[in-house]
């Protein structure tokens, strides 16, 4: 949603899921960290847009990629950044999520990234934050900046995303990357496919616009991008699978199966990656894998949304809003 006067900005005080974003909103964001990916080349690789402001890291679950790219990228733009290290916080003595929020937000917190194994989570604070939440996870809910580094690294290797078949593979039933995904490929125009075992993949995933395969041959036949999603071992109940074994028989990415997609098909996986199950070690290093450059895209695009969330705090402080008058009606 960029202000139609000059400054490109996001209206919404926080970025909680694809869900509630327009198209014109993620190709905002898209547009606006192809601009700030050169910053990363530059000799002093920093902007002075968030200069005073701070960011926190919050994060109830392991992360990697998504929290060392939002530090990097709120680094990059001249933030303060502070890492609440969950496991020797206040949390452990039972504080709850809200009072740990508002602990931090008395400290003049400007943006909190948070990342929670409750769906929803970041909902919550941010009804009763000042300060923007970004999701950076939510159970199986969403994984809102995974979906647009997805977008973007499509859009750059494949020169756009519409009419592009793009096909899921693997843990679908506990996969927030796969919701967020769906949802942001098919906004942009793209044909999504879900592909995986019944257990792992259920018809209902086509309420929500998918195409729903349990066969990896046809779901392969006329894919443009090949996405393999991690078997997420923690969150299974019994049952789920025969055997691993099994699993990666009959699903796992190998060197004969990316052939049966189109010629130079994408390969991109979230990460981690179980080597050897879902993927096979020969295509994550593929020429045709594109991971590393998921990677590198994250920081650009959690670049461009903390930018144009600042633009949009920035714009509701020059002008907020006006009081209804006494006696109004509600
Ligand atoms: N893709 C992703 O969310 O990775 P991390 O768990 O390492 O952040």
Redesign the pocket.
Known sequence: MADSASVPMLKHKDLLEIATLSREEIQLILHTADSLKDVARHPIKKLPTLRGRTMVNLFYE??????TSFELAAVRLSADVVNIDVGISSVKKGESLLDTARTLEAMSVDFIVMRHAASGAPHTLARNLHASVINA?DGQHE?PT?ALLDCYTVREKLGGIAGKTITLFGDLLHSR?ARSNLLAFTKLGAKVRFCGPPTLCPREFEQLGAEVHHDVKTALAGSDVIYVLRLQFERHRLGLLPSVRAYTQQYGISTDRVKLAKPGALVMH???MNRGVEISHEVADAPQSVIVDQVANGVPIRMAVLYLLESGRTARAASPPVPAPMGAAA
Do not use: A, I
């Open positions: 392991t992360s990697t990629r998504t929290r996870g994984h995974q990357v979230p990460g981690p």
